[in-house]
């Protein structure tokens, strides 16, 4: 029997890869369930909605891409268009080599779009240097590997490996200290960020209505990415729309809560065009690449519905298979379910239409899925389509088969024979069968043979007789709830926010307290006595800005471009400081109030789990929060 | 209460107590239970497999089987899930068949949620760990059948780690992803033996012929037993 490619990969798999995403995938899984409990109180009815807002923007595509385009370039963000990955990557390189004509570093923030095209392999042949900055995507560089999952790149690799991969890129003495193998990224990705002309990102979402590109991340690399060099672009599918920047918080807490159990990510990055000329940084030409690449095909087949996907990987975690085989398995950039569906969907089902084989059918996929994206079914439309185009050959004869089972007379005795047959006649089955399993033998008596005997002889009073009722029990749990999110608010925002903010690393603190170190201070602070200043924000060790306001149930702080301000104040330095005055109570509340200028929502400090889920703070961001509350 | 009882093929060909203890709970149910003989499979496994010509023939035979007017029972998580859900994939014009597992249609539609035991010796407690099958999910179950298990006094369920994963069955995947599903498998076995059970009990004997499957080639310290066949000893 030919193996399919899953299959044989998990063969060869050594046990300690299998171990690690195992691991890995079952601690998420749990995470999973942790935070989408504290983020709503009834997230099957926020999937629901948030499945029916997708469904929304992929009918309205066409107007909606429109209004983006059009609220893009009044926000001064240059748009593009790409039929398929050979456009993306002209588009991109024609960008790299106005800006940047002799060549040079381009960094890049973690994008699934930008694995999709292969857009390093086309850089780097141009002559430029690309340089993958979030942690998991710099081991996968170094090392000549690709990524094994789509949030977590390096889930299949442990610290021992990475560590061996640091020492003999001479980042540092060799440690396996997660918290050290981060500082030893962090100086060396420093320089690249400083001298890079060109960053690229992906999208997350982007908002029709406001032309608002919004990122989100944990370490802090995607907004470096995005901010310090000359020119920022950014890659999106077609379908990572969304129509109003109101519906951002339901999808910002879905996507955070099932990628990474938070609440949300530390960073959500708000992108209104290019620096303006009243801020102090930001990229001087944004643009964003509107990628295609099958998407409009698959929006008008049987499998438009994976569309919905905002690549949380949740999917990816739960799944028993890829939990034993890792995503490497898939052999293509989208793995697990969802690879095993998008894949074939966009690349073309006589290719990789076998990926819809290596599943149980399950069903926990669908289960998790923030978007309630039908993947088992999906996955079985596939097969019947990959078997019609003769893309898949099963090994039983299923027509065969079929005859068989609609002869009663034949079908009945060839089950009566199949418990001995199976133990002679050697077929695919069975040999497929047999090098895992013992056989199956009949066990006590045949039904049939019972049942007739039954129909002979008196029922034993069991007609009749029962508890049975007639009335149907389904059970009515209903939620009373009038949303499905918001979570319950201590009386008091402030000791809400404080709470969180602790729990996410951050603290409150006072001026009085800073330590005395080299800090860089936002043009619009009153100046603060006996601080020693710099106006090197790459130089600072403390940024000290003002927030916009504090955001009570998920202890966040928002911070908008604008008064000369510097967005890499809140970033570049160890510290950050922020000075806030006034809160709202919600994640809605705080969207109706953010201006349009470029803004961030910070959710604690820098962080990864990139090696082996341990976190780390502070990789490229602050691992220093201290929040100062301003009466 | 008349009910139709969709054997499967399983049952049908090696376990056929399970068919019995089947027709013994729904008969202590109040029920009465009709066999109609002709019936054959499904069409679940070609339509696994990607063979959905294949499917629709026997599905088209099957339903040709059992009278519409009245309600199909089957043991199998699986096969209810393919009459009621899969056909309607086949054939999206067509009513979805009033198909029912055992347990959900005892617990969901007739309202039981509790057995009475008619053991001996209800104090000694038997350990069982038991492993929800995936296919509940495509019907819409929870825990139907665990909760008509644990109101049995002699039982007594203990949890186990990673309980909501699939065990690796998967129907032919299991013959073809051999690797896979035999490691998703002793994953499931390792988490359930560590749990001090001492039987694995389930509503799918797609699942338990697998996990079998897998004890007796590795011979791991660990019995199985479909839920129903709990429940018909309990009650006989």
């Known amino acids: 029997m030919k193996r399919l490619p899953v299959e044989r990969f998990a063969r060869q798999l050594p046990q300690a890869k299998t171990d690690s995403v195992r691991n890995a995938s079952a601690q998420k899984t749990q995470s999973r369930l942790t935070a989408l409990a504290s983020s709503f109180y009834n997230s099957e009815e926020a999937r629901t909605q948030a499945a029916q807002i997708k469904d929304e923007v992929l009918d309205n595509l066409p107007e909606l891409q429109g209004q983006l385009v059009q609220n893009c370039k009044r926000n001064g963000v240059q748009v593009h268009f790409a039929k398929d990955s050979a456009e993306a990557n002209q588009i991109i390189l024609d960008i790299c080599k106005r800006v940047a004509p002799d060549g040079g570093i381009v960094v890049k923030a973690k994008s699934m779009a930008t694995e999709e095209i292969h857009l390093n392999h086309h850089l780097e042949e141009a002559g430029y240097e690309p340089v993958e900055t979030d942690l998991g995507e710099y081991v996968v560089q170094i090392d000549h590997d690709t990524p094994s999952h789509i949030v977590t790149p390096i889930i299949h690799k442990n610290r021992k490996e990475i560590a061996s991969s640091f020492e003999r890129e001479n980042l540092g003495p060799y440690t396996e200290v997660p918290e050290e193998l981060a500082m030893q990224a962090r100086v060396k990705l420093r320089e690249k960020f400083k001298n890079a002309k060109i960053g690229i990102s992906g999208v997350n979402f982007a908002i029709a209505e406001t032309g608002r590109i919004v990122l989100i991340e944990n370490e802090g690399n995607n907004r470096l990415s995005t901010t310090a060099p000359y020119v920022h672009i950014a890659l999106m599918g077609i379908e990572k729309m969304l129509a109003h920047e109101s519906d951002l918080p339901l999808f910002l807490k879905l996507l955070a809560g099932s990628a990474t159990g938070q609440q949300l990510t530390t960073y959500i990055h708000l992108i209104s065009g290019r620096k303006r000329e009243d801020e102090a940084d930001g990229p001087s030409e944004v643009h964003l690449v509107l990628l295609d690449n099958g998407r409009s095909r698959v929006m008008e087949g049987p499998y438009r519905d994976i569309l919905r996907c905002i690549r949380c990987g949740a999917c990816l975690n739960v799944c028993p298979v890829y939990r034993q085989a890792s995503g490497h398995a898939y052999g293509h950039v989208y793995s697990g379910p969802l690879g095993a569906v998008l894949a074939p969907a966009l690349e073309g089902i006589d290719k990789l239409g076998h990926l819809a084989k290596a599943s149980t059918l399950c069903g926990a996929c669908e289960e998790v899925c923030p978007v309630k994206i039908p993947i088992p079914n999906m996955l079985l439309k596939l097969r019947d389509e990959a078997t019609r185009i003769g893309a898949i050959k099963d090994p039983v004869q299923w027509g065969i088969y079929a005859t068989g089972a609609t002869k009663p007379g034949p079908w009945r005795l060839g089950l009566s024979l199949l418990p001995m047959a199976s133990k002679i006649a050697p077929h695919p089955m069975k040999t497929g069968w047999g090098e895992f399993h013992e056989l199956p033998h009949r066990e006590g008596r045949a039904f049939r043979d019972w049942w007739k005997s039954e129909e002979t002889s008196p029922h034993d009073g069991g007609v009749g007789g029962g508890q049975g009722g007639g009335a149907s029990a389904e059970s009515q749990d209903k939620d009373d709830h009038p949303t499905a999110y918001n979570s319950p608010l201590a009386p008091d925002p402030w000791q809400t926010f404080e709470s969180k903010l602790t729990s996410l690393g951050g603290r409150m603190g006072t001026l009085e307290e800073l330590p005395t170190k080299v800090a860089f201070l936002d043009p619009d602070l009153p100046n603060i006595p006996n601080l020693e200043t710099t106006n090197d924000v790459w130089q600072a060790d403390i940024g000290i800005t003002l927030a916009d306001f504090a955001i009570a149930e998920t202890g966040s702080v928002v911070l908008s471009a604008g008064n000369n301000r510097a967005r890499l104040a809140s970033l570049t330095p160890p510290t950050h400081v922020v000075l806030v005055k006034e809160i709202v109570a919600t994640l809605e509340e705080a969207f109706a109030r953010i201006t349009d200028r470029t803004s961030v929502i910070i959710t604690g400090t820098s962080r990864t789990a990139d090696i082996e889920g341990v976190l780390v703070r502070g990789v490229h961001g602050p691992k220093e929060l201290i929040v100062i509350r301003q009466e | ?236």
């Open chain 2, 1 to 236: 209460m008349k009910v139709q009882l969709m054997l499967t093929c399983l049952c049908d060909a090696f376990f056929g107590e399970v068919g019995i203890a089947a027709v013994k709970v729904l008969q202590h149910a109040g029920c009465e239970v009709i066999f109609p003989e002709s019936q054959t499979c499904c069409g679940q496994p070609p339509f696994n497999a990607g063979d959905w010509k294949a499917s629709r023939k026997i599905a088209e035979h099957c339903l040709t089987v059992f009278d519409p007017a009245i309600p199909i029972v089957t043991p199998s998580g699986s096969c209810a899930a393919m009459m009621r859900e899969g056909y309607h994939l086949l054939w999206p014009d067509r009513p979805h068949t009033k198909c029912y597992e055992v347990g959900e249609y005892l617990v969901k539609h007739l309202g039981i949620t509790e057995f009475q035991s008619k053991l001996q010796n209800p104090n000694s407690k038997l350990k069982v760990a038991f492993h929800r099958a995936c296919h509940g999910r495509g019907l819409g179950l929870t825990d139907e059948q665990e909760r008509l298990v644990a109101s049995l006094p002699n039982i007594e369920i203990v949890p186990f780690a990673q309980a909501e994963q699939c065990c690796g069955f998967g129907g032919a995947f299991a013959a073809t992803h051999g690797k896979l599903s035999s490691g998703i498998g002793d994953e499931k076995l390792k988490n359930v033996i560590d749990s001090g059970a001492e039987v694995l009990v389930s509503g799918d004997m797609g699942c338990l012929m697998h996990l079998n499957g897998l004890i007796q080639k590795e011979k791991l310290p660990i019995q199985t037993k479909h839920y129903l066949q709990v429940l018909a000893e309990a009650i006989a």
